[in-house]
C-alpha cells in the first residue's frame, strides 16, 4: 500500500480528498465532510487527516486529525495538532498490516468508538 491507493481508493468511494501540510512541512492526506454514522458522535461531520507515509513497506501513522475538534482537548488521547488551531490530534494506531481498506475502516472506528 501507498499514500496514492489510500487516496485513490478514498475517491472510489465517492469521498473528496485533498493534500495539506503541518507546521513542520509533513504531508497529509485529508478526507473531507465525513459524518460519523454511530457512537456518541454519530451525526457530526468533520474533516480527517493522515500523515502520509513515504516509506515502504507503508506503517500508517499513529494518529487520527480531525476539523473540528470533536471532544475536548486532552481527552481521551486527544491534544492540539500541527495541521493548526482548528484540528484535534487523536493518538490512535493501526496494529495490523494495512492496506486501503483496513486504514479507511480504522479511522471510522476511531470515531465511532468513542
Not at 23 to 29: G, L, R
Not at 70 to 87: E, H, V
Request: hydrophobic share 35%.
Amino acid at each position: 500500500m501507498n499514500d496514492t491507493e489510500f487516496q485513490e481508493y478514498l475517491r472510489g468511494l465517492g469521498l473528496k480528498v485533498e493534500s495539506a501540510q503541518d507546521s513542520d512541512s509533513t504531508p497529509y492526506t485529508v478526507i473531507r465532510n465525513i459524518t460519523i454514522s454511530g457512537g456518541s458522535l454519530a451525526g457530526h461531520t468533520c474533516d480527517v487527516a493522515i500523515a502520509c507515509c513515504p516509506s515502504q513497506p507503508y506503517v500508517a501513522a499513529a494518529a487520527v486529525h480531525t476539523r473540528p475538534a470533536l471532544l475536548p482537548m486532552g481527552t481521551r488521547n486527544t491534544q492540539a495538532s500541527k495541521l493548526g488551531p482548528n484540528w484535534q490530534y487523536w493518538s490512535r494506531r493501526l496494529d495490523r498490516p494495512p492496506t486501503p481498506q483496513r486504514l479507511w475502516t480504522h479511522i471510522l472506528t476511531v470515531l465511532t468508538e468513542v
